[in-house]
């Protein structure tokens, strides 16, 4: 069957499909700033509101945690409505975006219609992906915690609702109802609850009677005269692993302020405008050119890794006794964690004394993380539409050119491929070390949740000297293309 064919089939599905989902609709006329922000407050405000939710029907906590590594890339909390979070939404996005990078979706995105086609299909994968995701999500992993097979449906319709609450949510706010999107703020605000909660939780330890929050452990600290127990949290008692401490506040401080200095790095390239006569400006590469989606990629991928095999040792090796597999992974039959094996090297210690008793596998997991970052980053910019040919078409496409320089892709493709090839690897070498440095050290919100804040609040400001522009001066902001 030719491409020709198969855009027909997909065009005509989409177009089948599309009217019998609910939409939200666009707002008839432009909405002011400050609506925006009301309406975006609303939707962060339902959200959080869900992820306190407990579900119905589950009597015990589930035996593993599959989602463990990707929680905060999903912004979901365990056995409540948001137990997936925004998992379902990402996954089916990013499988659109590869569709469309590499070509295999005919679509011009200068087309309105077009555009509008691919909003619909990403509405209609979504809502696919979200009732097979929640069905093996559900019979796995809460199967034997929930006591009838009423209980486990019931479950499983949860997280199905919640899941579709969360596409509106974040549709409601792309619409032009709110300011950015939702899976931005969503991601935002779970980080920004863990950095509060590790900062300011005043509940005591599991097993204990010290307050887990680092401001109310250091008051209650000082009073006793303790105060120094506050720089690792590791004083007699046991303590309990990855509490929140002063060395861990400092390494987050440091790699906020080491992240926003590299957000500002890039390179400058001149262009004119071919519309306007006298109009320039410049086009920005920016080192981290492919942004934090290789982090996610690489997450999501190892997060799939140790589930998966997490669960080939529930079957095949549960007393690690298998020499075979035990140079796979080993694992704590009560506290479900990697003991052995490679799977042990791959994932993070997660605390400044699990480094120290055991160096290797933190070289070795930063050089890991960092290895594959970097060739997700590459691969991204092929199949996402970021490399230097799709980017010499877009700046065509735009009516500017680069002085000095031939109108012609292929002449603008020869400047940008000195630049886009090289901050690639650099920018994906740059985050993976970052990210995983980060995870040693057990930073508040950990690291790859720090490198998606970061990201997304340069978003979010460059988005709000946009909507500055488009109110205080409206004619720049028509000569620009938007109304």
């Known amino acids: 069957m030719s491409s020709v064919q198969n855009d027909g089939i997909f065009r005509t599905i989409v177009k089948t499909i599309s009217p019998v989902i609910p939409q939200v609709e666009k707002p008839k006329k432009k909405i002011t700033l400050t609506n925006k922000l009301i309406w975006t407050g609303i939707a962060m405000l339902i959200y959080l509101v869900m992820g306190q939710v407990p579900l119905f029907g589950v009597n015990v906590d ?13 912004a979901a909390q365990q056995r409540t409505l948001l137990e997936l979070g925004i998992g379902p939404i990402v996954t089916a996005g990013l499988l659109m975006q590869l569709l469309k990078g590499s070509d295999i979706l005919k679509l011009n995105f200068k087309d309105p219609n077009d555009r509008s086609l691919f909003t619909s299909a990403t509405k209609i994968v979504t809502i696919i992906v979200i009732v097979a995701e929640t069905l093996l999500y559900g019979v796995s ?21 919640a899941s579709i609450v969360v596409m509106y949510l974040d549709e409601l706010v792309q619409k032009g109802w709110g300011l950015g999107s939702g899976i931005s703020i969503f991601i935002m605000a779970g980080v920004a609850q863990g950095i509060m909660w590790s900062m300011f939780n005043p509940l ?26 506050a720089v690792l949290r590791s004083s007699p008692p046991a303590p309990v692993p990855n509490m929140p401490s002063l060395f861990g506040f400092g390494m987050t401080a440091g790699i906020l302020l080491l992240l926003v200095y ?57 007393n690690n006794d298998n020499p075979a597999f035990n140079y796979i992974a080993q694992y704590d039959a009560q506290s479900q964690k990697p003991t052995g094996g490679l799977f042990y090297y791959i994932t993070a210690p997660r605390s ?35 490399s230097a040919k ?51 050290f057990n930073v508040f919100g950990t690291g790859i949740g720090l490198l998606l804040m970061v990201d997304i609040l340069v978003n979010y400001y460059n988005l709000l000297v946009r909507e500055q522009v488009d109110v205080h001066m409206p004619k720049l902001a028509s000569l620009l293309g938007r109304t």
Do not use: C
Request: proline share 7%.
């Open 62 to 74: 589930p035996a593993a945690d599959p989602l463990a590594f990707a929680r905060v890339i999903f």
């Open 141 to 161: 992993v809460y199967g034997g915690a929930t006591p009838s097979g009423y209980h486990l449906a019931v479950l499983i319709a949860q997280l199905m609702a």
């Open 204 to 229: 005591p330890v599991p097993g204990g009677t010290e307050p887990s929050g680092l401001i109310p452990f250091m008051i209650t600290s000082g009073m006793e005269g303790n105060i120094g127990d």
């Open 262 to 318: 590299v957000q500002g790095i890039h390179v400058d390239i001149p262009i004119v405008s071919t519309r306007y006569r006298g109009f320039t400006a410049t086009y920005p590469i920016k080192l981290l050119y492919t942004s934090n989606i290789p982090v996610i990629l690489a997450s999501a991928l190892l997060a799939n890794a140790l589930f998966i095999g997490q669960m080939l040792w529930v079957n095949y090796n549960p």
């Open 352 to 386: 400044f004394e699990a480094v120290v008793a055991d160096p290797v596998r933190a070289v070795v997991y930063v050089l890991f993380l960092t290895t594959i970052v970097t060739i997700f980053g590459r691969l991204w910019v092929e199949l996402g539409g970021l």
């Open 390 to 440: 799709a980017a010499a078409k877009n700046l065509l496409d735009a009516d500017v050119q680069v002085p000095g320089f031939r109108r012609s892709e292929s002449s603008v493709e020869s400047l940008l491929n000195r630049y886009i090839p090289s901050v690639t690897i650099i920018g994906g070498v740059i985050i993976g070390l970052l990210a995983s440095v980060s995870d040693l």
